[in-house]
């Protein structure tokens, strides 16, 4: 269930989306004394993705959080890229460096353990309500009545979304024996490829997307981490976007005393300085 602040119990923000953003922004306004609920639309929490990279000033967020070292306990030990041509020799190599600078950062993990590790923190204390979602907002004098999937309705003081990236509609079996029809007669190591597909107990595929739009904020309502601004898998920076803008926009509205407007103009202006440099991706990448 949603906590109530000692200091100000009528204060309460709504967040959409359990996933990593939400629990850590949960965490850092409960910090702040601030009521938080978080709705999942998943009727269980999604524990499948690829492996995520923390990297810069996110580090220094989970230090704070405390979970720094639970997090490299579950590291995948990768050691770096290579490009390898079709006898398997490496063409070019790109080992990890521990500054996070490289192509693999050296605190990289599972996005469901990562996910498990914020919600876990959040959640000792909170609630967390599954298989349920935002159908309507309407803003109102006193805040943004919310109307929910099952037929609930609630005032909040300030709504945040954390994923409006279009899922595939494809089912998996539908995605795999596309991949299969696209694949299976090209030779060199697509058959292993294929196979251990089909056998992966997490099997996971989404589009490579970015998300930058004029703005992140429109009265009550605004968006953090890959609904607001994210960079593309291909930049290597979703998930360190993700947990620095739920701690900025955290200590903004804490800051802010109630005026929203202002707390919400702080932290945008917070994630453009940063922004540009993140969404710039490579030559060659869809939406460079």
């Given amino acids: 269930?949603?906590?109530?602040?000692?200091?100000?119990?009528?204060?309460?923000?709504?967040?959409?989306?359990?996933?990593i953003a939400g629990p850590a922004l949960a965490y850092w306004l409960h910090r702040a004394s601030i009521?938080?609920?978080?709705?999942?639309?998943?009727?269980?929490?999604?524990?499948?993705?690829?492996?995520?990279?923390?990297r810069g000033v996110a580090r220094a967020v989970i230090s704070r959080m405390g979970l720094e070292e639970r997090i490299r306990s579950k590291v995948t030990h990768e050691i770096g890229l290579q490009f390898v041509d079709q006898n398997g020799e490496a063409r070019a190599s790109f080992p990890m460096e521990e500054n996070g600078n490289s192509f693999t950062s050296d605190i990289e993990i599972l996005r469901g353990d990562l996910a498990e590790d914020f919600l876990r923190e959040y959640a000792r204390d909170?609630?967390?309500?599954?298989?349920?979602?935002?159908?309507?907002?309407?803003?109102?004098?006193?805040?943004?009545?919310?109307?929910?999937?099952?037929?609930?309705?609630?005032?909040?003081?300030?709504?945040?979304?954390?994923?409006?990236?279009k899922y595939l509609e494809m089912t998996p079996e539908e995605q795999k024996k596309a991949w299969r029809d696209e694949m299976s007669d090209m030779g060199w190591e697509i058959t292993r490829i294929l196979e251990g597909m089909d056998e992966a107990p997490d099997y996971y595929m989404q589009e490579i997307a970015q998300v930058n739009p004029p703005q992140f904020s429109k009265g009550r309502i605004t968006l953090v981490g890959d609904a607001g601004y994210c960079p593309s898998p291909i930049s290597g920076m979703g998930t360190s976007s993700a947990i620095l803008g739920a701690y900025y926009l955290a200590g903004e509205l804490g800051a802010c005393?109630?005026?929203?407007?202002?707390?919400?103009?702080?932290?945008?202006?917070?994630?453009?300085?940063?922004?540009?440099?993140?969404?710039?991706l490579p030559p060659g990448a869809r939406g460079s």
Wanted: proline residues 3%; aromatic residues 6%.
């Fill in 1 to 19: 269930m949603a906590t109530q602040s000692p200091h100000n119990p009528q204060t309460h923000i709504l967040i959409s989306g359990a996933s």
């Fill in 35 to 54: 009521c938080t609920t978080i709705i999942e639309r998943s009727p269980s929490l999604r524990s499948a993705g690829q492996g995520i990279d923390i």
């Fill in 126 to 165: 909170h609630g967390v309500y599954l298989d349920d979602y935002v159908t309507g907002l309407e803003e109102t004098d006193e805040g943004v009545r919310v109307t929910f999937a099952k037929g609930e309705s609630k005032t909040f003081d300030l709504v945040v979304a954390l994923m409006l990236v």
């Fill in 257 to 280: 005393k109630g005026d929203w407007g202002e707390g919400l103009k702080n932290y945008e202006g917070r994630i453009e300085a940063g922004d540009e440099r993140v969404q710039k």
